[in-house]
């Protein structure tokens, strides 16, 4: 099973000199049963934005198309490098790439 | 580091292996790669790649979660004939100065747990597994 959200929009050739892409997949959805990890589903979406766009916005917009708390959520690479927010969309995409996956945060030890 | 918005710092909020993995790179410490494992899953799909971190030469790794918050790390993995698998675990509260390692293990900051008894189903988990940074240990080097 395979969820996509997609986000179509015709650029102009100046609009899409100056944005950057993401493909951003989540990795953990309670709505999903268990099982269904076991035949590779998941759910995933692609933008398209300026590359001056602060990432935390992608964070925020990424977690309202899941669904998920935005304050609660990070986004890591592939690779499972963690991104910080505080950097823009185009450092994002020339650091990393365009293969992003949101995780929620997890927390270590009890107040 | 700015990932945090105003009024973060002094309050309760919490953070975990995401803002850890994070710092390591801010303050230039060993890389930290992170895994997430899904609420039910349990570590056993891990559990291969856990041994090769390991086998390789990798460094401790942070566990943390939201149902299970208990502050763990891991600093080994035994795998058994069939589904049976182990995992060393450290209690990061320990502190001091031990004499020896049976120290540790009689008072109970270290020592290996069954993985299904380890982790609880009913959590997800977030892995940061720390390696050795061989560029930044070249130019401390220099």
Request: proline share 7%; with cysteine; aromatic share 8%.
């Given at each position: 099973?395979?969820?996509?959200?997609?986000?179509?929009?015709?650029?102009?050739?100046?609009?899409?000199?100056?944005?950057?892409?993401?493909?951003?997949?989540?990795?953990?959805?309670?709505?999903?049963?268990?099982?269904?990890?076991?035949?590779?589903?998941?759910?995933?979406?692609?933008?398209?934005?300026?590359?001056?766009?602060?990432?935390?916005?992608?964070?925020?917009?990424?977690?309202?198309?899941?669904?998920?708390?935005?304050?609660?959520?990070?986004?890591?690479?592939?690779?499972?490098?963690?991104?910080?927010?505080?950097?823009?969309?185009?450092?994002?995409?020339?650091?990393?790439?365009?293969?992003?996956?949101?995780?929620?945060?997890?927390?270590?030890?009890?107040? | 580091?700015?990932?945090?918005?105003?009024?973060?710092r002094g309050s309760q909020s919490w953070i975990g292996c995401v803002e850890a993995s994070l710092c390591l790179d801010h303050f230039g410490g060993p890389q930290g790669r992170l895994c997430h494992v899904p609420r039910g899953a349990g570590l056993h799909g891990e559990l291969e790649r856990l041994y090769s971190h390991f086998a390789g030469g990798g460094g401790p790794v942070m566990v943390g979660g939201?149902?299970?918050?208990?502050?763990?790390?891991?600093?080994?993995?035994?795998?058994?004939?069939?589904?049976?698998?182990?995992?060393?675990?450290?209690?990061?509260?320990?502190?001091?100065?031990?004499?020896?390692?049976?120290?540790?293990?009689?008072?109970?900051?270290?020592?290996?747990?069954?993985?299904?008894?380890?982790?609880?189903?009913?959590?997800?988990?977030?892995?940061?597994?720390?390696?050795?940074?061989?560029?930044?240990?070249?130019?401390?080097?220099?």
């Amino acid at each position: 099973m395979e969820l996509a959200i997609f986000h179509e929009h015709i650029d102009s050739e100046e609009e899409k000199r100056s944005k950057v892409s993401f493909k951003i997949t989540l990795t953990s959805d309670p709505r999903l049963p268990y099982k269904v990890y076991n035949v590779n589903s998941f759910l995933w979406l692609r933008l398209s934005v300026p590359e001056s766009t602060p990432f935390t916005a992608v964070l925020k917009f990424a977690a309202e198309e899941f669904k998920v708390p935005a304050a609660t959520s990070a986004i890591i690479t592939n690779d499972g490098i963690g991104i910080n927010p505080a950097q823009t969309a185009g450092n994002v995409f020339l650091k990393h790439g365009s293969e992003l996956r949101i995780i929620p945060r997890d927390r270590v030890g009890h107040c | 580091m700015g990932d945090k918005p105003p009024g973060f710092r002094g309050s309760q909020s919490w953070i975990g292996c995401v803002e850890a993995s994070l710092c390591l790179d801010h303050f230039g410490g060993p890389q930290g790669r992170l895994c997430h494992v899904p609420r039910g899953a349990g570590l056993h799909g891990e559990l291969e790649r856990l041994y090769s971190h390991f086998a390789g030469g990798g460094g401790p790794v942070m566990v943390g979660g939201d149902a299970d918050a208990q502050s763990k790390a891991l600093l080994g993995v035994c795998l058994g004939p069939g589904t049976e698998a182990y995992v060393l675990v450290l209690d990061p509260h320990c502190w001091g100065a031990p004499k020896n390692p049976s120290e540790l293990q009689a008072a109970g900051w270290v020592g290996w747990q069954e993985v299904s008894t380890a982790f609880d189903p009913h959590s997800f988990y977030n892995l940061c597994m720390t390696s050795c940074n061989s560029e930044e240990q070249n130019r401390a080097l220099d």
